[in-house]
């Protein structure tokens, strides 16, 4: 199927459902299936659910609030509160899939009390075809539907349909949840998100396209960025160590391979071997 093709099948999946919530984020994939759920359904027939949650940031909340506004949907914001939640927090490899199944659990709840029958979600094609994503297994077994992965559709063409349709976010930087910044085994708990999220925030205000702090451990922190702006971090090096040093790090290292989505599941991979 060509682009066009995979859009008007989307579009009738949709139809098809008659009533819809999606579960909202603000991020490329669900601001786009939020706009085409509201175009083909209306108003009265969508809800855009929004989780306000210790693991992303207020600015995160913020934004998809401002969306939902602009594209006239409906939305409530629900509190996810994941660190209640002693498998997630233990962080193990299945720490998405206790994450995702608690958060659309209780959107299958809500929906039901509001007589809706199906729940969205903005997983895309690439999604399932890649690094190892445990929580859509758990949008399986509860009977989620992804319907731009039922389309077909991938990333990259979802950037530019988002980007026909004026969405702002088609060109929007990759996010994801404060979580994915530790690698499995070491707890997750409020203290070392306070200081994730300190090291986040500061990146943040470098002006860089893509940046990830990843915590090792409690003294050491990798930053990952794309290798063309490695200079950003070089050229203030002094100025982020003593940064990051005040934030509660000891050793500060910046990986030279550069971002890449899921870096910490690399350590994973090799040990199947």
């Known amino acids: 199927m060509n682009i066009q093709e995979k859009f008007n099948l989307l579009k009738e999946r949709i139809s098809e459902m008659k009533r819809v919530m999606v579960a909202f984020s603000g991020g490329v994939d669900s601001t786009f299936l939020l706009k085409v759920s509201r175009d083909v359904l209306g108003f009265d027939n969508l809800l855009a659910v929004i989780g306000r949650s210790g693991i992303r940031f207020e600015d995160e909340l913020k934004s998809a609030i401002s969306l939902a506004e602009s594209l006239d949907v409906r939305y409530t914001i629900i509190e996810t509160e994941e660190l209640k939640n002693e498998k997630f927090t233990r962080n193990d490899e299945l720490r998405c899939y206790y994450c995702k199944f608690a958060l659309f659990r209780t959107l299958k709840e809500i929906a039901k009390s509001k007589e809706i029958y199906f729940v969205l979600d903005g997983t895309n ?5 890649g690094d190892y994503r445990p929580g859509i297994r758990a949008l399986k077994e509860i009977g989620i539907s992804s319907p731009l992965k039922d389309a077909e559709l991938t990333k990259a063409e979802i950037r530019v349909l988002s980007k026909n349709l004026n969405l702002p976010t088609w060109n929007k930087s990759p996010e994801t949840c404060l979580a994915t910044r ?10 070392r998100l306070v200081k994730i999220s300190g090291v986040e925030s500061f990146l943040a205000s470098l002006n860089l396209k893509v940046h990830r702090a990843r915590y090792h451990d409690d003294h050491t922190l990798r930053i990952e960025i794309l290798p063309q702006e490695m200079d950003k971090i070089m050229n203030r090096r002094e100025e982020v160590v003593k940064k990051i040093k005040v934030l509660g790090f000891n050793y500060v290292a910046l990986d030279l391979e550069g971002y890449r989505s899921g870096s910490l599941n690399e350590v994973n991979k090799k040990d199947d071997r």
């Open 182 to 191: 530790f690698p499995y085994g070491i707890q997750i708990n409020s203290e």
């Open 125 to 129: 094609y690439d999604d399932v075809s």
